[in-house]
């Protein structure tokens, strides 16, 4: 038996005897576990797994033991990985904290700061949110006007972000801040602040699938102690880039996270459209999922050869933009098809007459529709990829 047989068998045997068996079903959106000052746990088993892979350092296995992580490979990982989804088992905890901000602060981050924020983010102690976008900066991020004066012995921050996601929810902001008006991308740095500062307010924003995850921040004259300055002053571009790499990888798995909260395509076109023995009967709807079914087949293949190469060194420029395009229009494709299959059934909004899922379809059919904008849109990643990876010209 290898090494990584060993560790599967351990990690296989450990989920099977420690994860609850309400935690393998799959979880509803306002069950999600994360974490902060005003944690919820909705399900009673959630506090249960939540400390139990906690106290394993699974909520963040590859980071360092010293910080609250597991200490495991990227190998190790993609096992964990691999035998929670055999089980069913739900993510523990949620952030991103997680993410987004762990990955850089341990490349960037002072000791003092991995030391004070990267423990409470694997304990979920600590809830984040992302201070980029701005009313005139989205897909042109480094126009950004957030204005971030050096006072002495503090920061004074002033200015607007927008599409802030759970701004209401967090405990902090990793944000991004103009400290230089004569450089665009070289007047950039990056801040970290508590979000209960004077100053700072959250409006959420109501979306089309009736959901307010978004919000409008706006601060006034936050005062912000100059050690959460993270990295060099006017070098928060750099950070920047760095970090919108695992966003948009993470935006790619959150994609089929949201997904998971409904039956997959292939249950809704046999519940629908199926005969007696399951099969669809629609020839052409037939092709379309499984060729969707072979697709996310591949997709997954594709993201487990690039963990691989990553931790073997060989990994491809470019891959975040790649998995981020592909995740989230494979996610909009799987809600396009659900939508066909299940017909008029999958437009309740309210009310009686439809089952749980059917009132969950439409919503989550209209919020996909946010993935490919969100984190960078789709043309923007299809430049990227043009760019950086095909090398082609402007």
Request: hydrophobic share 40%; with cysteine; charged share 25%.
């Amino acid at each position: 038996m290898t090494t990584e047989d060993e560790f599967r068998a351990d990690t296989r045997a450990w989920l099977e005897a420690q994860c609850p068996l309400s935690m393998r079903t799959p979880m509803p959106e306002d069950e999600r576990v994360w974490g902060g000052r005003h944690a919820s746990f909705r399900h009673p088993d959630s506090r249960v797994w939540f400390e139990r892979m906690v106290g394993r350092g699974w909520t963040v296995p590859t980071w360092p033991r010293e910080y609250g992580g597991g200490g495991l490979s990227a190998a190790e990982a993609i096992v964990l990985k691999e035998e929670m989804q055999r089980l069913g088992c739900r993510t523990p905890l949620f952030g991103f904290g997680i993410s987004m901000l762990g990955p850089v602060l341990l490349k960037y981050g002072s000791p003092a700061q991995k030391a004070e924020h990267l423990p409470k983010i694997a304990r979920g102690e600590i809830r984040w949110c992302q201070g980029y976008s701005e009313p005139g900066a989205g897909s042109d991020l480094a126009s950004l006007q957030t204005k971030c004066e050096d006072r002495g012995d503090h920061w004074l921050v002033n200015g607007q972000k927008v599409w802030t996601s759970y701004a209401h929810l967090a405990d902090w902001i990793f944000c991004l801040v103009r400290t230089d008006t004569g450089a665009k991308h070289g007047g950039i740095s990056f801040l970290l602040f508590d979000m209960a500062s004077a100053g700072v307010e959250a409006r959420p924003i109501k979306l089309i699938s009736g959901a307010s995850a978004f919000c409008e921040t706006f601060f006034t004259n936050v005062r912000v102690p100059k050690d959460q300055l993270v990295g060099r002053l006017n070098d928060g571009w750099t950070i920047a880039k760095e970090l919108l790499q695992h966003e948009r990888g993470m935006i790619s798995e959150i994609g089929r996270a949201i997904g998971a909260t409904v039956p997959s395509v292939d249950v809704v076109a046999q519940r629908y459209l199926g005969d007696v023995d399951g099969r669809i009967v629609d020839p052409v709807l037939r092709d379309a999922v499984a060729r969707h079914v072979m697709d996310d087949h591949a997709f997954q293949l594709t993201l487990r050869r690039a963990a691989e190469e990553s931790e073997a060194g060989a990994a491809s420029g470019g891959l975040s933009s790649m998995f981020k395009y592909y995740g989230t229009e494979q996610n909009k494709r799987k809600f396009e098809l659900i939508l066909k299959c299940a017909g008029h059934a999958a437009l309740g909004w309210e009310g009686a007459g439809f089952d749980e899922s059917e009132l969950l379809a439409c919503r989550t059919w209209l919020r996909s529709k946010g993935n490919s904008i969100e984190g960078g849109t789709s043309e923007i990643q299809l430049n990227v990829i043009a760019k950086r990876v095909l090398g082609l010209p402007d």
